[in-house]
């Protein structure tokens, strides 16, 4: 995607073919930077951190993560150390986890001569594969659009969270139909939820459409059921942190609740995700998915920018008030319409899953 009329990926190599760069996404969308990874700590630290963060990104930036790992030290013992690191910095995205044994895999059978470069390349494959997953998703979503669409006014399509070509290596998830469709001129309206508590639909997919030049509105979290209540919602479309065989979808917290007003008002709800988001190992989401508890700080304050241009965080709470922080939750695959995926769209279910990914299924 462009910036500054500057073509950007999330994540790249440096000319040396070593050091790692990635967008600086927690400065968003106020200043934007770039930050330099050199070793597997610096990648962790920035999964962690959430300087790199959306399911997709931080997969790729895992297997990354260990190649830079490999470049230090190929033996077996560095390339475990590194893997439970990374491993460890998030626990719901399972493409995280899905890079790194892919990585790990691979790594571990190579003489450790052939190591570093064979990782840079694993690495360097998975972040095309990404960005050609994201295009198709957009592609066959974008068709989904183009069937909503209606003379009299846009089509108008709510999304929560960031989803867009931030949260993976290019294009996005639930933003790249979006984007699709945008281009091929299909009229199009975006309800950004703001997404607390962190914000990233207010910071980081309002900076996307803004980008891209698609018109767009920014909205309490909880605005999202009263328009769908009122007509003024076509579609949702959500990403996914990590989907079951079943079809159920874990995605940023309050992806539950759009679900339902949804499903009681009628508005299809889609979820795009790439098949590295499908957990083949579980089916019940509800049960069997880690959530990710953050520091209650996120809740209790607010960060933002002061009218002189500084980074501001305000406090909400009064002092002594605890607050807990989940950051995902699971939206039960009976309330997701269709699943966009790399290779087409399927009813959330697991005869839909295995029909459209016979070879991944197990
Ligand atoms: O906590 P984040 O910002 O990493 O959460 C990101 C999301 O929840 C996205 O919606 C998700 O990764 C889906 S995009 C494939």
Redesign the pocket.
């Known amino acids: 995607m462009r910036i500054d009329g500057r073509d950007y990926r999330t994540i790249w190599v440096d000319a040396d073919g070593r050091r790692v760069h990635v967008i600086d996404?927690a400065l968003l969308p106020h200043r934007f930077e770039t930050l330099l990874l050199l070793d597997c700590a610096d990648a962790a630290r920035a999964i962690g951190e959430?300087k790199v963060?959306?399911?997709?990104?931080?997969g790729v930036t895992g297997a990354y993560g260990l190649a830079l790992a490999a470049w230090r030290d190929a033996s077996d013992a560095a390339i475990e150390a590194a893997y439970a690191l990374l491993l460890a910095t998030?626990p719901?995205?399972v493409?995280l986890r899905w890079a790194l044994d892919r990585m790990r895999a691979l790594l571990l059978r190579a003489p450790q001569s052939a190591r570093a470069d064979l990782a840079y390349a694993e690495a360097a494959r998975i972040a095309e594969e990404d960005i050609a997953a994201c295009e198709a998703i957009g592609d066959f979503g974008a068709e989904l659009i183009r069937k909503a669409a209606r003379d009299d006014r846009p089509v108008n399509i709510l999304t929560?969270?960031?989803?867009?070509w931030l949260?993976?290596v290019d294009w996005?998830?639930?933003l790249a139909p979006i984007y699709k469709a945008a281009r091929a001129g299909i009229p199009i309206h975006v309800w950004v939820d703001e997404?607390r508590p962190?914000n990233?639909g207010a910071s980081?997919t309002a900076f996307e459409l803004i980008g891209e030049g698609v018109s767009h509105t920014v909205i309490a979290d909880n605005a999202g059921g009263h328009l769908m209540q009122h007509g003024l919602v076509d579609l949702v479309i959500?990403?996914?942190?990590r989907t079951t065989r079943a079809g159920d979808v874990c995605?940023?917290?309050g992806?539950y609740l759009k679900a339902l007003a949804a499903h009681d008002n009628g508005a299809p709800f889609y979820v795009?995700?790439?098949s590295a988001?499908i957990d083949w190992r579980i089916a019940d989401g509800v049960k069997d998915i880690p959530i990710?508890e953050?520091s209650p700080r996120e809740v209790t304050h607010i960060s933002g920018r002061a009218p002189d241009g500084a980074p501001v965080e305000v406090q909400l709470t009064p002092d002594g008030s605890p607050a807990r922080n989940f950051?995902?939750d699971v939206t039960p695959a009976r309330l997701v319409t269709g699943l966009i995926t790399e290779r087409g769209v399927c009813a959330a279910t697991e005869e839909g899953l295995k029909a459209l990914f016979p070879d991944l299924a197990s």
């Open positions: 996404q959430m963060r959306g399911a997709p990104l931080i998030r719901t995205a493409n929560h969270c960031n989803a867009g949260c993976a996005g998830t639930a997404t962190r990233q980081l959500v990403g996914s942190d995605n940023k917290i992806t795009g995700l790439p988001t990710e953050r950051g995902f």
